[in-house]
Structure formats: structure tokens, C-alpha cells
């Protein structure tokens, strides 16, 4: 979809707010398997370009499926991917 307004939106909050920020791509396991590399690696370019008119400019984006499938229907979730990343990324 690209950037939406509330993203432009907590931006411009987050601008003012902090000096950090740290980027959670969520949902990558919704992209199809076989093409996700490489449609992870357009989206965080596609973002970076956004950031670099900001403060943010550098920002890390780490790419998650904090809940991989929805977890509907599933007696047994898969693992999260990129969690543990992110984690590290925040407490560092």
C-alpha cells in the first residue's frame, strides 16, 4: 500500500518524540515464500527513501511474522521469525 497517513502521521509525533527508532516489518510471512527476499528487500528500500527525509534516516528495519499464518485454524503455531532480532535490536 506505501505509506499510509497515520504512519506520515506518527512520523512527524515520533520526530519530536524520540531520537531512536527501530522499524518492525510485520506480516512478511504473508508475502509469497518464493518471491520474499526480494519483496522484503523493495520494501525496505521503498522505506528508507521515506526515512531519509527524516531524522531516521539509517533506520534499522528488521523484517518479523510475529504470528506466522494468523494462527487460525492452527492446532500448533509456527515459530515467529525475526522476533528475537528485534528484541536484541531494543535492548541494545
Same mark, same amino acid.
Given at each position: 500500500?506505501?505509506?499510509?497517513?497515520?504512519?506520515?502521521?506518527?512520523?512527524?509525533?515520533?520526530?519530536?518524540?524520540?531520537?531512536?527508532? =527501530? =522499524?518492525?516489518?510485520?506480516?512478511?510471512?504473508?508475502?509469497?515464500?518464493?518471491?520474499?527476499?526480494?519483496?522484503?528487500?523493495?520494501?525496505?528500500?521503498?522505506l528508507a527513501s521515506t526515512f531519509d527525509m527524516t531524522k531516521f534516516s539509517g533506520v534499522t528495519m528488521i523484517p518479523v511474522s510475529a504470528k506466522p499464518g494468523g494462527g487460525v485454524g492452527q492446532e500448533v503455531s509456527p515459530a515467529a521469525e525475526g522476533i528475537n532480532t528485534l528484541r536484541d535490536m531494543l535492548v541494545s
Open positions: 500500500k506505501g505509506l499510509q497517513t497515520q504512519t506520515a502521521e506518527c512520523l512527524v509525533v515520533g520526530e519530536i518524540a524520540t531520537n531512536n527508532l =527501530v =522499524v518492525a516489518l510485520n506480516k512478511c510471512d504473508m508475502l509469497p515464500e518464493g518471491d520474499r527476499p526480494k519483496l522484503i528487500k523493495k520494501a525496505i528500500k521503498r
